[in-house]
Structures are given as C-alpha cells and as structure tokens.
C-alpha cells in the first residue's frame, strides 16, 4: 500500500537547499525523496533510546583502539 502524501511548505537557508538539490541530483532521485529519508532519519534519531555516535566518530575511535590497545589499558586503570 502506498504512503499518503501530503504537500506543506517550508523555508531554509539557501545554500542547503541548494545542497538537497544537488544531492538529489547526484543520486538520481526526487528532492522530496531526500527531504523524506532526511526527516525520517532525523526522527530515529531524537526517538532512540540511547544516543548513537556519528559513524565515521566511531570508526576512528575503533581504528584507535586497535592501533594502541596498551595506552587504553592503562587510561582505563
């Protein structure tokens, strides 16, 4: 079943909607369809339970803790 849609205007900064709009362009799809998954994901976000790190945060955080597993060791001490 499809989803009900339903129009509503906004405003916002210039620059990203130009942004949205080449964002869309790049990935070949629908401005709407961008703004959608963006609320979407906005929303997951502010609902979860617990908070969720950025990703690229928390891979560099894991890259670290390989590379120097003793100096985490001892700052845990």
Known sequence: M???REKFATQ???ELLESVRELAKSEGRQ???VVEDALREHLEAKQSPRPQ???HVMK???KSTERYPGLYQKLAQ
């Open 31 to 33: 401005i709407q369809a």
């Open 2 to 4: 499809a989803a009900v």
């Open 60 to 62: 560099a955080y894991l």
């Open 12 to 14: 916002v900064d210039a």
């Open 53 to 55: 790190g950025r990703e």
